[in-house]
């Protein structure tokens, strides 16, 4: 389900363009996802990446595997693509001579690891190798990222979200991912073949609900208002729709102090 939003009257609204497949450290078209809720894996540990861990598939969003590392808490659930090399059947780590770890702030005294690694097991759901993606998507030979380019981009504060945003700046191997009408809150470096951003139209292949843009825009710096301390600026979406509710916020209500509608500038 795609909301309101839609891509092709976005992209005419703001005159952009999208960033070409060809730029990004994804499938041409998504992998299949035939994962189950409940599954059992092995993943590395995101808090600590020499680690590896069981893993067990809490949630399914499109293309990517909501997990909770077994003996963690529910509150640092992460996402991965299910192409991605950071998750494997469950044996593949005892085949490459390593050892299933405990994750980071396991719940149990450390000395009771092993017994909770059996119990754990015992007949566990184990996600069979056959639905594991042999490889992962090789990186672009370069990044060919353009300031401006639209993309879809994982929220990394928000990590379930994937949302609709702009490439701010070209810096080496790595680009700026801006949030559209998020007034930069949200925005992060990361390398040009970070499995978290996709193309235009990634969320409508594989069924993930891509959120709309939010309702701040940005205005440039202006020299004629030398007395506002920032360049930034609230109002609604030029579009007037789709806005994410805010937490203790009626939603649909301008934030800032300038009128309700200004040219959209993103
Ligand atoms: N509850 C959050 C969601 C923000 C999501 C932004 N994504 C770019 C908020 O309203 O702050």
Redesign the pocket.
């Known amino acids: 389900y795609q909301g309101h939003f839609s891509w092709d009257k976005y992209l005419k609204e703001t005159g952009s363009s999208a960033a070409p497949a060809h730029c990004f450290r994804q499938c041409l078209t998504p992998p299949v996802n035939e994962f189950k809720s409940g599954m059992k894996l092995e993943a590395q540990d995101p808090r600590n990446t020499t680690s590896t861990c069981i893993a067990t598939v809490v949630g399914l969003t499109g293309v990517r595997l909501r997990l909770r590392l077994d003996g963690s808490d529910n509150k640092n659930d992460f996402w991965r693509l299910v192409d991605s090399s950071e998750i494997q059947p469950i044996g593949n780590c005892e085949k490459n001579a390593g050892m299933l770890q405990p994750p980071l702030g396991f719940r149990l005294n450390a000395s009771s690891w092993p017994m909770f690694l059996l119990k754990t097991l015992n007949g566990a759901e184990m996600a069979p190798v056959r639905i594991f993606h042999k490889q992962e998507p090789p990186a672009p030979a370069q990044n060919s990222f353009k300031v401006g380019m639209k993309l879809e981009a994982v929220?990394r504060?928000?990590p379930h979200?994937i949302?609709p945003a702009t490439i701010g700046e070209v810096r080496g191997s790595e680009v700026l991912v801006t949030?559209d009408g998020?007034r930069g809150?949200?925005d992060y470096y990361c390398r040009y073949d970070s499995r978290d951003i996709f193309p235009v139209g990634w969320c409508a292949l594989t069924g993930d609900n891509l959120?709309p843009p939010?309702t701040k825009v940005v205005l440039p710096k202006s020299p004629s208002t030398p007395l506002e301390s920032s360049s930034e600026r609230s109002s609604m979406h030029p579009a007037g729709r789709g806005a994410?509710?805010?937490?203790g916020r009626k939603p649909g209500r301008p934030r800032g102090r300038l009128p309700g509608r200004l040219p959209g500038i993103w």
């Not at 994410?244 to 937490?247: H, L, V, W, Y």
Request: proline share 7%; glycine share 6%; net charge positive.
């Open positions: 929220d504060k928000n979200f949302c949030f998020w809150a949200f959120q939010g994410p509710r805010q937490r």
